[in-house]
């Protein structure tokens, strides 16, 4: 409460420091009813690409950003806890058994993917977002070009001239508590937003409470014309403990349990993480500008696991410019994008024994050290971008990136013969892509995009069992051919998307569990991803007081092993491990009399192979879940908001994550499960002041 009450009176004294301004937009204490319109999309050029802001968010608790996301077709998260996600697109990642790799995540122009691949979007806060920005597939040049493809995170701030300032106060089942206080500000020159967020919850599971504070700090200044400088500092810190995945048997007697062992040795982990990043934009002249981003970040991370306990620290830094102008071609407008991105990061681990068992039930307790390691890793991205109007309707788009990685691995606890210290230099790859762009009408176009892509393999796929770097093993890489089509019916209201896509991946990276703490990984053969996405939405004005907006977003996969064979196994032909074959959101939202919503979700999810031999499936689960509010100016300075939420709202039991190919260590059943939460309840106060 002391840390509310300081920022509280900063906000407020920053708010009183500055001259009232007109108001000349929708405000952020107005989001709720923020149009498609307002979204800008970072994707550059005609690149396809699918941008959600707070007209989704509303539909969802604002605890976590998983929810929303899994409303875009073809983006799917499996989520184990709040701490726990891992996110696939198109099934691009749905073999990683533990968090996200094979795309490339950006907070605002700033890559905070670490030097092995990893992504994590549990470090970042909803209620800090404008929007979230998914270019699927390896077609974003700009971007890293990863199979996966990449997430773009905006934080929010002011629209239009205004100073403002909101809190917003949600409690909830299992101890929920979070507030988040923001405070706004923009008066032509700078922009200031200032956001400080407080999470707490027991968690549905044994073992599972979280807890995280966050600060967030994204703020610029127009120089003059041609100049401006930006800040972007977000730091976060959560603990949170681990309840774990459950075999078949206790996930049916009992979901709501931890593993025992991780129970007993109470498993957790803290984060503490840190992200500065400065930029500044020049303009050349009316047809040249650049856009140049330095940048730091921190992470110190002790997990508690019944098998050790780990402690990382990761720091790495980087620099991304781009360069964006145009040029007449044919007497129409044609542009041109080029740019780098480097990126470097140190990673140090050291694990220790985990003398839980003797620690007479206290949980975990620090043993003597077994392992020492350093990691330094680089990066270094190039990128051209040519977009070329060959009609007024038509348009094509060449793309080109170049990605070097490196792997410096140094084992510092050995000496002598055991030490396994070794290097790994990536070949340069080249990654070409090519959109075209045609407009049938103003409210009907069609497009193609055919691109290459590569996942980098992880930290542990690049060692052997013995711990040593692997020589032989290859990045994987691959091929997406992709149509689609966006119409719009009955004077804009009727939305209709349409994408149909092949992607083609070789060398496809293969982790085998070797124990309990173990993975290693190989190439083990070739895949092919199939798939079809739906979105339907439609904007119904029933009366002046009264509007429906349903939707619809459909995902249909047919994702197979071409030539897939592990420790003399064939498993060619067989579905992809870890993608559900069906996914369906759809819902409805409800506007009366412009205060009072009622939003209403469904999400389903067909069974998903959890084995490579395909004798075993999760079983399908349908989730629904109600949020309804009221959002009222009461005074030219004040605005109140309540909102009230159930999520599971038919209470079923399902499996919101799953893993695959699991094995079950010391005669134990294998673990596959991660059980979703049980009908829970939230409400929320929302308070806003505006000068």
């Known amino acids: 409460m002391r840390r ?114 990893f992504s994590t979007i549990e470090a970042y806060d909803l209620e800090n977002l404008s929007q979230i920005e998914v270019i699927k597939g390896p077609k974003g040049t700009a971007f890293g070009a990863n199979l996966g493809g990449a997430i773009i995170l905006n934080p929010k701030e002011a629209l239009g001239r205004s100073t403002n300032f909101s809190n917003n106060f949600t409690v909830g089942s299992f101890g929920l508590l979070k507030n988040n206080l923001s405070f706004n500000h923009f008066d032509g020159k700078l922009r200031l937003g200032l956001q400080y967020g407080h999470l707490e919850t027991d968690g549905y599971r044994q073992n599972s409470n979280f807890e995280r504070d966050g600060l967030l700090l994204n703020t610029s200044y127009q120089i003059d014309s041609k100049n401006k400088i930006s800040l972007l500092v977000n730091h976060i810190d959560f603990t949170a403990q681990i309840p774990s995945s459950l075999g078949a048997t206790a996930f049916a007697e009992d979901p709501q349990q931890a593993t025992f062992t991780w129970r007993a040795s109470q498993g957790f982990e803290t984060n503490n993480y840190t992200l500065v990043g400065l930029n500044y934009s020049h303009r050349f002249n009316d047809k040249l500008e650049n856009s140049t981003s330095i940048f730091y970040t921190y992470l110190d991370k002790d997990e508690a696991r019944p098998f050790g306990i780990l402690d990382e620290i990761t720091k790495g830094f980087g620099l991304r410019t781009l360069f964006s102008g145009e040029f007449n071609f044919l007497e129409l407008a044609a542009s041109y994008t080029f740019g780098g991105e480097l990126f470097k990061d140190e990673y140090d681990w050291d694990e220790f024994q985990n003398l839980w068992e003797n620690n007479n039930g206290n949980g975990s307790l620090k043993g003597n050290q077994f392992a020492r390691n350093k990691e330094f890793r680089s990066q270094w991205n190039t990128f051209g ?184 196994q064939d498993f060619s032909g067989n579905p992809l491990t870890g993608v559900p074959k069906q996914r369906r959101t759809s819902g409805v939202q409800l506007r009366l009399f412009e205060n009072f919503y009622w939003n209403t979700t469904h999400q389903h999810v067909s069974e998903i192979p959890l084995t490579n031999a395909t004798d075993l499936y999760s079983e399908p689960f349908s989730v629904f879940n109600s949020r309804l509010g009221y959002l009222k100016k009461i005074s030219d300075h004040f605005t109140l908001g309540l909102d009230f939420g159930i999520n599971n709202l038919f209470d079923k039991v399902y499996a919101q994550s799953v893993l695959i190919n699991t094995q079950g260590f010391g005669g134990r059943e294998p673990r596959y499960f991660y059980p979703g939460d049980e009908r829970n309840y939230y409400g929320s106060l929302r308070l806003g002041y505006q000068l």
């Open 385 to 568: 971008i040519l977009l070329i109007p060959l009609s007024e309707k038509f348009s094509t788009q060449f793309g080109l990136s170049i990605n070097k990685t490196q792997y410096d691995y140094r084992d510092l606890f050995n000496s002598g013969a055991e030490n396994k210290s070794a290097e790994r230099n990536f070949k340069a790859i080249a990654l070409p892509s090519l959109n075209i762009d045609y407009d049938i009408s103003e409210n009907h176009k069609i497009y193609a995009n055919i691109s290459r892509g590569f996942s980098n393999p992880t930290l542990e796929e690049t060692l052997t069992p013995d711990g040593a770097i692997n020589p032989d093993i290859a990045q994987e890489t691959g091929t997406n051919y992709e149509l689609g089509t966006t119409l719009y019916l009955n004077e804009r209201r009727f939305l209709f998307n349409l994408s149909i896509y092949q992607m083609n991946v070789k060398n496809l990276l293969v982790g085998e569990r070797i124990n309990e703490d173990r993975f290693v990984g190989n190439n083990a053969g070739k895949t092919r991803h199939r798939g079809l996405e739906v979105g339907l939405s439609y904007n119904w004005n029933i009366s002046k007081n009264l509007q429906l907006f349903p939707f619809v977003n459909y995902t249909l996969t047919d994702h197979s092993f071409v030539a897939f064979i592990d420790e003399d």
């Open 4 to 117: 509310l009450l300081l920022i509280f009176l900063f906000c407020a004294a920053m708010a009183q420091a500055q001259n009232p301004v007109q108001n000349d937009s929708i405000t952020q204490l107005d989001e709720v009813i923020l149009l498609d319109a307002l979204k800008k999309k970072n994707a550059t050029g005609i690149v396809p690409s699918e941008v959600i802001s707070a007209k989704v968010f509303q539909n969802y608790s604002p605890v976590s950003m998983v929810n929303a996301m899994n409303q875009i077709p073809g983006v799917y998260i499996f989520s184990g806890a709040l701490n726990t996600n891992r996110i696939t697109i198109r099934g691009i990642g749905a073999r990683t058994l533990f968090g996200t790799d094979k795309l490339r995540m950006y907070y605002e122009d700033i890559p905070v993917t670490d030097g092995s691949g």
